[in-house]
């Protein structure tokens, strides 16, 4: 079973850099696509971008001036960075797993139980 | 962005009861389609993919159909664990977007 962790600072300053680590364990962090989603307290969903194990990644546009998610490989956790913070980025923030089937289908299939992220001075 | 729109955004049913969710995408997704479940304070669990694909494991009161811009997700016979916010999730283009999400109130 893929298990998931979220870590970091809960609380960040405004216009500081809000930085996680999501621990991956029960498979290898190779072969998959690796993401970031969070929720605003009371909201939906929000993709925040992911990256392969090659290190290739893709963001929201919406995000994408601010944001960078890296992976190591050799410590199975991948990372995300996000600068510039505010109030509105104040969310629960969640690592999931993209899985992709083998007939091309893509769905987020494991996830981290969330961390709660809250901007304020 | 593709935008997804689900409707009702909340509904109240009692045990045993089907309720039926839609979804919208602004543009053709084929069957790019995901459904998910989630508790309060928790992460969403998949329910079902590819539209109509039950996940495993998931119940087979799930049903999920639709193809192109409308989707439904069907619980039948509803159960006390099934209370929670049920989102569509569309795969076809990046951003993957979420709908707003639907408030399943038993």
């Known amino acids: 079973q893929v298990q998931l962790q979220e870590s970091g600072p809960g609380l960040v300053k405004p216009s500081e850099t809000l930085s996680l680590t999501c621990a991956v364990s029960?498979?290898?962090?190779?072969?998959?696509?690796w993401s970031w989603i969070r929720q605003p307290p009371g909201k939906g969903l929000e993709w925040i971008g992911y990256?392969?194990?090659?290190?290739?990644?893709d963001y929201n546009p919406s995000l994408k001036s601010r944001v960078a998610i890296s992976l190591d490989s050799s410590k199975q956790r991948f990372s995300l960075s996000l600068t510039s913070v505010t109030a509105a980025d104040t969310a629960v923030y969640f690592c999931?797993?993209?899985?992709?089937?083998?007939?091309?289908?893509?769905?987020?299939?494991?996830w981290g139980p969330g961390h709660l992220v809250t901007v304020s001075s | 962005d593709i935008q997804m729109t689900q409707s009702p955004s909340s509904v109240s049913a009692s045990v045993g009861d089907t309720v039926t969710v839609t979804c919208r995408a602004s543009?053709?997704?084929?069957?790019?389609l995901n459904w998910y479940h989630q508790k309060p304070q928790k992460a969403p669990k998949v329910l079902i993919y590819?539209?109509?694909i039950l996940h495993p494991g998931v119940p087979s009161r799930f049903v999920g159909r639709g193809s192109g811009t409308h989707f439904t997700l069907t619980i039948t016979s509803l159960q006390p664990e099934d209370f929670g916010t049920y989102y569509c999730?569309?795969?076809?283009?990046?951003?993957?977007?979420f709908g707003q999400g639907t408030k399943v109130e038993i």
């Open positions: 999730q569309q795969g076809f283009r990046s951003p993957q977007t």
């Open positions: 543009q053709d997704i084929t069957t790019f």
């Open positions: 999931a797993r993209y899985f992709e089937t083998n007939t091309g289908w893509y769905f987020f299939d494991f």
């Open positions: 590819a539209a109509s």
């Open positions: 029960g498979d290898s962090i190779s072969n998959f696509y």
């Open positions: 990256v392969y194990h090659t290190g290739n990644s």
